[in-house]
């Protein structure tokens, strides 16, 4: 195959991966914010469901997203920061752009997320692929 047609694969994944992590973090935060009201979580608690949110979107989002098996943990990497950028475009729309909050914890969070579910992502049986008898 061609380099450029893996490039476009590869770049394919990537996004798809982010569309997928993004599409989930925003429901995951609207769920956390019913939460948040219900139960009146303080400050802390509050940081850590915004790590497990960004984590769980990332892991989820690469492993559903990557379609080719190769190259798991640059892409994952680079899915994670493709992720962290557009959330924080997003999230700066949604809030009129009066406060565009970049936390370099928090892209370094997704990366790392974004190259461990990328292994994993890049090893796991496909769906309708042959196995080996053996």
Known sequence: ?????????????????????????????????????????????????????KALAVLVG??????HPAGGAVKGGVTGLVYTLLTVFVFAVADGFRSANFNFADLLTTVVTGVIAGVIAVNLPRRGAKRGRG
């Open 1 to 53: 195959m061609k380099n450029s047609e893996l490039i476009k694969k590869d770049a394919a994944d990537i996004l798809r991966a982010s569309l997928i992590a993004l599409i989930l973090s925003l429901l995951l935060v609207l769920l956390f914010a019913l939460i948040v009201r219900w139960a009146a979580l303080d400050g802390a608690a509050l940081t850590v469901g915004n790590y497990v949110i």
């Open 62 to 67: 690469v492993c559903i997203g990557f379609k």
